[in-house]
T-cell receptor, first 116, second 113 residues
């Protein structure tokens, strides 16, 4: 999985509780992404990061926040989880072609989150 | 795990046949394209990519064809094996844009022994 780990791999939580998912990479890639995947929707971008402390919103960012204090870690936080946030969450990394990479995004193994 | 294949178009082939999976893209400014394979319960896995200055690129048992005139991308898998059963989807990157990719919804490939 291109040196990407996600934790936890599975989580069940209750509505209204805070949840933090972690993505860790060993590739030293500049760009990191959080997606959610739901039946009928494919992969949808939540937030992404283009460097330490540099983040931006994706198409489905409401209810989510992110932080990147180190190159290798990208955290996704659900401040108050809702049932509509039940999903599978994937982290991805990439390095731009201009920086010697290929633009390809490589994905982690995913976190299955269930909000009851 | 299984939910990734729900609501997707399905292609069923016999083991040993060749498979062709198609993808239409909408942005003529896209200059980089990727095919991913996603098995049940796993993350998407890179298969092959192609840049817009090429029409064809080959890998091991896979070929990607790019037709920029009609904005069409295809993935050909030769001698399909049961291990090729998965969801396949394409992604495109817009020239000069951000590092974000636009993903297609995918097609589920089922290989019958």
């Amino acid at each position: 999985d291109a040196g990407i780990t996600q934790s936890p791999r599975h989580k069940v939580t209750e509505t209204g509780t805070p949840v933090t998912l972690r993505c860790h990479q060993t590739e030293n890639h500049r760009y990191m992404y959080w997606y959610r995947q739901d039946p009928g929707h494919g992969l949808r971008l939540i937030h992404y990061s283009y460097g330490v402390k540099d983040t931006d919103k994706g198409e489905v960012s409401d209810g989510y926040s992110v932080s990147r204090s180190k190159t290798e870690d990208f955290l996704l936080t659900l401040e108050s989880a809702t049932s509509s946030q039940t999903s599978v969450y994937f982290c991805a990394i990439s390095e731009s072609r201009s920086s010697g990479g290929t633009d390809t995004q490589y994905f982690g193994p995913g976190t299955r989150l269930t909000v009851l | 795990g299984e939910s990734v294949g729900l609501h997707l178009p399905t292609l069923s082939v016999q083991e040993g046949d060749n498979s062709i999976i198609n993808c239409a893209y909408s942005n003529s400014a896209s200059d980089y394209f990727i095919w991913y394979k996603q098995e049940s319960g796993k993350g998407p896995q890179f298969i092959i990519d192609i840049r817009s200055n090429m029409d064809k690129r080959q890998g091991q048992r896979v070929t990607v064809l790019l037709n920029k005139t009609v904005k069409h991308l295809s993935l050909q898998i030769a001698a399909t094996q049961p291990g090729d059963s998965a969801v396949y989807f394409c992604a495109e990157k817009v020239r000069g844009g951000s590092e974000k990719l636009v993903f297609g919804k995918g097609m589920k490939l089922t290989v019958n022994p």
